[in-house]
């Protein structure tokens, strides 16, 4: 049974950091192309970032260069999302997923949630004071 997990999420000051988690089982995620997302309250859901799957290969959204760093580690089946700098607005419910699909990551494939097949049940950040 396919799974992914996501775990990290919080309540953070604006400013702060965290570091969300991505841990599949049931398959091996060297396979799959990895996309991190997230929804707001009233809002769709949007492409945060996303990862090949060597890792050489990554982009982000606008709202987040500079400021958010997607990677993952083969060998324990893991995606990371090292958030820093937070702000109020990134303040939503983020969910990873997994595609097997011929994505090119470069410059922005795998932004779409329809270019995915597997969802985690997502992991709430909140960013206030």
């Known amino acids: 049974q396919l799974q992914l997990v996501e775990s990290g999420g919080g309540l953070v000051q604006p400013g702060g950091s965290l570091r969300l988690s991505c841990a599949a089982s049931g398959f091996t995620l060297d396979y799959y192309v990895i996309g991190w997302f997230r929804q707001a309250p009233g809002k769709e859901r949007e492409g945060v970032s996303c990862i090949s799957r060597s890792g050489g290969s990554t982009n982000y959204a606008d709202s987040v260069k500079g400021r958010f760093t997607i990677s993952r580690d083969n060998a324990k089946n893991m995606v990371y999302l090292q958030m820093n700098s937070l702000k109020p607005e990134d303040t939503a419910v983020y969910y990873c997923?997994?595609?097997?699909?011929?994505?090119?990551?470069?410059?922005?494939?795998?932004?779409?949630?329809?270019?995915?097949?597997?969802w985690g049940q997502g992991t709430q950040v909140t960013v206030s004071s």
């Open positions: 997923a997994a595609t097997e699909g011929p994505i090119v990551v470069v410059p922005t494939g795998g932004t779409s949630p329809d270019e995915y097949d597997y």
